[in-house]
């Protein structure tokens, strides 16, 4: 049972334009959602995240847009750059925690320079 | 600040033989730790969380085994190795009762 999804499964955007990734998730009960960001030959580390209060969270170049009424969420990246390109997870979890976060796929994200 | 440190970086084994990877956590007491495994490419396969010294909760069933032998320190193991045990394997922590996981650098392990 796939909780949390994410697309599209890869994504390609030139130098400087936004790039969206989408999340959404069939728990309603879940209430925290942060975004990792992963480079190859590495761990994933957290890059923004978002509490199901708020509807936006801004973080530099990084947004997350978050609408709990259709249970979906999307990652904003604007300007992006070369360096943005890497894997981008989306996770999902109860309020207070069950020590089992629930991760999409993943988004595999390049920015051509 | 917490470190985080995983051993060994990667490993090269034959099927049918035994492993311990392991991981360590300093600057943070009585954190969470997890063990993931994810293949190449792939997503983040829950694998075992600890939140207690000596208590271990299995998330899936791999032939795998793991143990937190200190508050600081997470094992995991096997007696045999599958084709299927290669890949990226990723221990984690996290602070009581909130789901940020603060991930290590990793192991790759690829079962021959």
């Known amino acids: 049972q796939q909780q949390v999804r994410q697309s599209p499964q890869s994504l390609t955007v030139w130098e400087g334009e936004t790039a969206i990734l989408n999340c959404s998730y069939e728990?309603?009960?879940?209430?925290?959602f942060p975004w990792y960001q992963q480079f190859p030959g590495e761990g994933p580390a957290l890059l923004i995240s978002?509490?199901?209060?708020?509807d936006k969270k801004e973080d530099g170049r990084f947004t997350i847009f978050f609408n709990k009424r259709e249970k979906k969420l999307s990652l904003h990246i604007a300007d992006s750059q070369p360096g943005d390109s890497a894997t981008y997870f989306c996770?999902?979890?109860?309020?207070?925690?069950?020590?089992?976060?629930?991760f999409g796929k993943g988004t595999s994200l390049v920015v051509h320079p | 600040a917490q470190t985080i440190h995983q051993w060994p970086v990667a490993e090269i084994k034959a099927v049918g033989s035994p492993l311990s990877l392991g991981c360590t956590i300093k600057?943070?007491?009585?954190?969470?730790l997890y063990w993931y495994w994810q293949a190449t490419g792939g997503t983040l396969q829950q694998l075992f969380y600890?939140?207690?010294?000596?208590?271990v909760e299995s998330v899936v069933q791999l032939n795998l085994s793991a143990s937190r032998p200190k508050d600081d320190q997470f094992i995991l193991s096997t007696e045999k190795l599958l084709l299927s045990h290669s890949g990226f394997y990723l221990c984690?922590?996290?602070?009581?009762?909130?789901?940020?996981?603060?991930f290590g650098s990793g192991t790759r392990l690829t079962v021959l």
């Open positions: 984690a922590w996290s602070h009581i009762f909130a789901e940020t996981l603060y």
């Open positions: 728990n309603s009960a879940f209430d925290y």
């Open positions: 978002i509490l199901s209060v708020s």
């Open positions: 996770a999902a979890s109860p309020p207070g925690g069950n020590y089992k976060p629930t």
């Open positions: 600057g943070k007491s009585s954190p969470n």
């Open positions: 600890s939140i207690t010294v000596g208590q």
